[in-house]
């Protein structure tokens, strides 16, 4: 144990300082790399993990018909493994497959641990990285392969001992020469990677580019364009709606926050276009998400608003089928456009 001391020493330190600095800034009012919500993960993630417990028991009481008892007190039980699932899949999917074969090459040959000192380093912010987006899967249920860079970027140290193996392994077995051997590496990496990006990825989400476009191209870039929508599909469209907008606009933090659906709907659809006028948002998203009250044809039509109605496109993704509705005319400008 002495002998990993001095290498653990320095970016321990290090740590304790950025640690002790951040700290004395944020007791100033500076706050740098949300240092002060660390605490806060950890103690969401194992409440939504208390709470999630609590209600799959309370289900098992009274099971929903098709059911049967032992199903939820199993999945009570292996509530953590799920959440260890969720992460393992992202990994999968992050996790260039030609890298992965290298990671699990340098495994087998742990004498690479001994000449480089830093090996334990590396692998102990794989695993520290492993535990942080554990508790995120915990507390969200949800991972994007964006965020496994926390571990992917450590590892990097021990793909090249992965690579170094098989390069030695080719010029000893086969006889290759240094260059020879790299460049056969390189090619069969880019031959197993190309492929994959070749192939056009979520093609169902080309809609939501569409309809960004068209408002974009009706509303002008002179101002933000808010937009009425449920779920993610909100950030697609507010990105292509407002691209040329010079005003900074982020739909999460900008609009809805803290909205829940009951409220932006109200009881009828003189409600809802009551609200969304009183907030601005000169286009409405339609989805599967909406209560049918607000997104049936009919209803619309029976309650139809003085200004203009438009179907933009329908965007059909592999589960479900999308709608996209855009509704002008929430503003004087707007109403002159009509």
Known sequence: MEKWLPYLALPIRSAAGIVLALSALSSRGVHWFRIDEIPERFTSALGVYRDLRMQIGAMAQHPPGGFPVPFFESVRSLLWLLGLGVLLKSTAEAFFLPFLVLF???AFDFRKWRPSGLAGYFAALIACGFVL???????????????????????????GFGLERILSFLQVRWGMKDAAAVCLCALLI?????????????????????????IAKEEGS???????????????????GNLGVPA???????????VSLVSLVG?????????????????????????????????????????????????????RAVQASLTGGMSPAASSRS
Not at 222 to 240: A, F, P, Q
Not at 248 to 254: A, R, S, Y
Not at 304 to 309: A, D, G, I, N
């Open 104 to 106: 699990l090459v340098w």
């Open 133 to 159: 987006l554990y508790l995120y899967a915990m507390q969200t249920w949800t991972m994007e392969n964006r965020y496994l860079a926390l571990v992917i970027l450590p590892s990097f140290l021990f793909l």
């Open 190 to 214: 880019l031959l197993l990677a190309v492929p994959k990006q070749l192939v056009p990825h979520e093609r169902d989400k080309a809609v939501f580019k569409e309809i960004g476009t068209r």
């Open 222 to 240: 002179e101002r933000t364009v808010g937009i009425v929508s449920i779920g993610t599909s909100m950030r697609w469209v507010s990105l292509y």
């Open 248 to 258: 900074l606009f982020c739909p999460d933090e900008d609009y809805l926050a803290g």
């Open 267 to 319: 009881n009828s659809y003189a409600d809802f276009l009551e609200d969304r006028r009183s907030r601005g948002a000169l286009h409405r998203l339609g989805g599967a998400h909406w209560p049918a009250r607000v997104r049936s044809a009919h209803g619309l039509r029976s309650q139809r608003s003085p200004h203009r109605r438009r179907v933009v496109s329908q965007g059909y993704g592999a589960h």
